[in-house]
């Protein structure tokens, strides 16, 4: 059996968190072209790794759950999930939830406005 050794995985990570990166930063870029227009390249990056980590601290880990929840950010503001702004944001992904059903849950309240 083929074996990974730590920093053989910490490499791969890495390499995968800056595709990651890249491919956000270009989609970003082209669906959200107006708000974004402002916003240099590595400041960009910077948002979508803070952002990242945040989404993944509340256990949203696939790609497509990242994205959604950078793109609500962008909609909402950054810290939408933890200013007291929308409350019921915080309550989705303060809930024992997957992160499914937390992004889904999330979407559909933001659709809404976060309006109870």
Do not use: C, T, W
């Amino acid at each position: 059996m083929i074996e990974i050794r730590p920093d053989q995985m910490e490499i791969f990570e890495e390499r995968s968190r800056a595709s990651f990166v890249r491919r956000a930063a270009a989609y970003l870029r082209e669906a959200h072209e107006a708000a974004l227009s402002a916003i240099d390249e590595p400041a960009l990056e910077a948002l979508i790794h803070r952002q990242s980590a945040v989404a993944q601290g509340y256990g949203l880990s696939s790609e497509l759950a990242v994205m959604q929840f950078i793109e609500i950010g962008l909609a909402f503001g950054e810290d939408f999930h933890g200013a007291r702004k929308y409350p019921r944001a915080e309550e989705i992904l303060g809930s024992r939830r997957d992160g499914a059903a937390k992004i889904r849950e999330l979407l559909q309240a933001a659709e809404r406005g976060f309006e109870p």
